[in-house]
């Protein structure tokens, strides 16, 4: 049998599923405090925190994936790590963009997105050249 340790793509895999299940907590809390069962219930700040969730839900999987890959392609334990904590941080400041109402632009959700962008666009260019 052959077996594939992946320590660097675990430590951020362990990270996002902290922030997964805080942002699905979240979500819980705003529902039951305006005693929402299903969907948003037509309140911005409800809608906002089910959005922060499902976001990183669309893309946490994807990048975390991609840097799985490239570590059991020898993709380099710097890169992953870089890869790992502009992942994380990118999520957190996504969450943070969302969950703080801004009327204007907003900057932490920009970048959120944007780093998040970054991650699997490097990995996949990374396995494609390695």
Known sequence: ??????PITAIYAALCGFLVIALAANVVRFRL?????LGDGGHKDVNRAIRAHGNTMEYVPLALLLMALLEINGGGD?????????????RLLYAYGMLVPRSSANPPRQLGIVTS?????????QLLVI
């Open 33 to 37: 405090g305006k005693k929402v069962s």
């Open 1 to 6: 049998m052959n077996l594939v340790s992946l």
């Open 78 to 90: 710097t890169a992953l790590h870089i890869y790992g904590a502009l992942l994380l941080g990118g």
């Open 117 to 125: 962008w970054i991650v699997i666009i490097g990995t996949g260019i």
